[in-house]
Each structure stands twice: as C-alpha cells, then as structure tokens.
C-alpha cells in the first residue's frame, strides 16, 4: 500500500534519527533485541518486526507515524486508495469479501508485522463489526491499535481518518483518553487540524451515545465546544447541536427541538441527511 525506501535507506533514516539524539546502539537495544540487530537494521542487511521497531521508536521518543512519514512516498494516498477500494463492499454490505480482505491482510500482518498490513486490517475489522456487531476482532490487532493511538504525537489525515474508522473497535475509555491527547497537541501544536479533530469528537460522541455511555459521552461534547475551526459545514454544526439536545435535554424536549432540527435540514434541501437523523431518533432510545 505505501511506497516505502529500500531497505537501506529505511536503516539510513533510523541510523540518522539515533545519532541525533545522541543514543549508542547498545543502550538503544537493551532488554529489546541485540544491538547487532539493530546495526544490520541501519545497514540495510535486516528487518525489524512492528512491535520491536515500536519499542526502539519509543525509546528515541520518536512517534511511529512520523518514522513512516519519513520513509514513505504515499502515505496519505495509500491509505484513501485502500479505504475506496473496500467501501463499495462496505456499502453493499458484503461481509463475505470484507470478512476475505481482512483474513489476508491479517495473515500478510502476521508474517511480516508491516504497518499498512496493520492499519489496513484494523479499519477492515472495524468495517465488520459496524455491520455484525457479534464479530470478534483479533486481539493483536486490539493491542496494536491502542499502542498506536498512544504514540502519536503528530495527528493529520491519516491518524484522524484511522482513529474515526477504528473507533467501534475501541474501548469507551480508550476513546475517551486518545481525544484528550488530540485536544492538547492540536490546540497548542497544531491548529491546521481542528475540523479533523472537531469530525473525531462528534463521531465519539455518537459512537458513546450508541453504548449509552452518556456521561462519558457529555463529557466529550463538551470538550469539543473547546475546538473552533474557522469554518463549520452545516452537518458538522447539526450534529453538536442535536447531540446537545439527546444529552441535556429531558426526552419530550428532545424529541421536539430535534424534529426541528431535521425539518431545518428539509427546508435547505439537505433531504437524505434529515432521514438519516430521524431514522437514529428511532433506533436508539432516547436516554431516560
């Protein structure tokens, strides 16, 4: 999926980023893996499996993503290239291929512990249980995933896509704790981000909401009031406003002030997204 460097190159950049920080090679590898593995890993001569590569990463105080940025040509096509070769299976509901893609790409993992093998079956997996909720995702996957979300350090499209496809996969708490981070390193690191991180908030919400973790749930909404993009779109601003409604609001009122909300989206043509909201006012129990 990504273009990456030869393998020597790869172990050039690494090579490039320990002497930086001024690590020797026997200290950056103890209790991990032998510092002769490491050396041929910078030679180009060897590979190193994701965990450990993610270990060493860590210990340099390196985000794993930025190291990929660093070695990859594509990044951010690779992974929109794979999310539209499987929505159409998505969108048909078509479990089967689903279900086929995600046991290659978790065999392809297995073997040889690539990144794009990883996110790939993760979003894959998450596809699945958004439409089988009773599918088990494999536990590796799991760990990895919340490994991954807690070295970030530098969140743009692909962490914030990767995170809002994933999120089903994730625990109530892990969300919870991943968007406290995203708060602080995009509001006082990077603020190109904050309609990204404002899209990531909402879906928490709604995925919360789904569980019934309402306070957990309240509590995000209202961390997210704290995210000011210079501009919103309309459905980005009706889905805060009709959230606010379903979480603060007793249900007679709810119900009320969010059928105004949709007819304010039928009046401005926008028919298709108005279903969509009066269809989730009836699956999901107004809170009591």
């Given at each position: 999926m990504m273009n990456l460097r030869n393998a020597q190159s790869v172990g050039e950049v690494f090579q490039l980023l320990r002497k930086q920080r001024q690590v020797t090679v026997s200290n950056l590898a103890q209790d991990i893996i032998s510092p002769s593995s490491v050396s041929k890993f910078e030679q180009g001569k060897s590979q190193l499996s994701f965990i450990v590569l993610s270990q060493l990463l860590t210990r340099l105080?390196?985000?794993?993503?930025?190291?990929?940025?660093?070695?990859?040509?594509?990044?951010?096509?690779?992974?929109?290239?794979?999310?539209?070769?499987?929505?159409?299976?998505?969108?048909?509901?078509?479990?089967?291929?689903?279900?086929?893609?995600?046991?290659?790409?978790?065999?392809?993992?297995?073997?040889?512990?690539?990144?794009?093998?990883?996110?790939?079956?993760?979003?894959?997996?998450?596809?699945?249980?958004?439409?089988?909720?009773?599918f088990k995702v494999d536990q590796q996957i799991l760990s990895n995933l919340d490994c991954y979300f807690d070295t970030i350090q530098e969140w743009d499209f692909v962490e914030f896509s990767l995170f809002q496809n994933c999120m089903i996969i994730l625990d109530s708490?892990?969300?919870?704790?991943?968007?406290?981070?995203?708060?602080?390193?995009?509001?006082?690191?990077?603020?190109?981000?904050?309609?990204?991180?404002?899209?990531?908030?909402?879906?928490?919400?709604?995925?919360?909401?789904?569980?019934?973790?309402?306070?957990?749930?309240?509590?995000?909404?209202?961390?997210s009031k704290q995210i000011a993009p210079i501009r919103s779109d309309l459905a980005t601003v009706f889905k805060q406003k009709f959230f606010e409604n379903l979480l603060f609001l007793r249900p007679e009122q709810t119900k009320r002030e969010n059928q105004q909300l949709v007819d304010s989206l039928r009046n401005v043509d926008a028919n298709a997204l108005a279903s969509s909201y009066e269809a989730y006012m009836v699956k999901y129990a107004f809170r009591e």
């Open positions: 105080h390196i985000s794993l993503d930025g190291f990929y940025h660093r070695i990859s040509e594509d990044w951010t096509d690779g992974y929109e290239s794979f999310l539209l070769k499987i929505n159409t299976f998505y969108q048909n509901n078509d479990l089967l291929t689903l279900k086929k893609i995600a046991g290659e790409k978790l065999a392809d993992f297995r073997s040889d512990q690539q990144f794009d093998d990883f996110i790939a079956t993760a979003t894959v997996c998450a596809l699945i249980k958004s439409i089988e909720p009773h708490e892990s969300i919870e704790s991943i968007l406290k981070e995203t708060l602080y390193l995009n509001l006082e690191v990077n603020s190109n981000n904050l309609d990204k991180m404002l899209a990531a908030f909402l879906n928490a919400v709604d995925v919360l909401y789904r569980r019934k973790a309402y306070q957990t749930a309240k509590t995000v909404l209202n961390q």
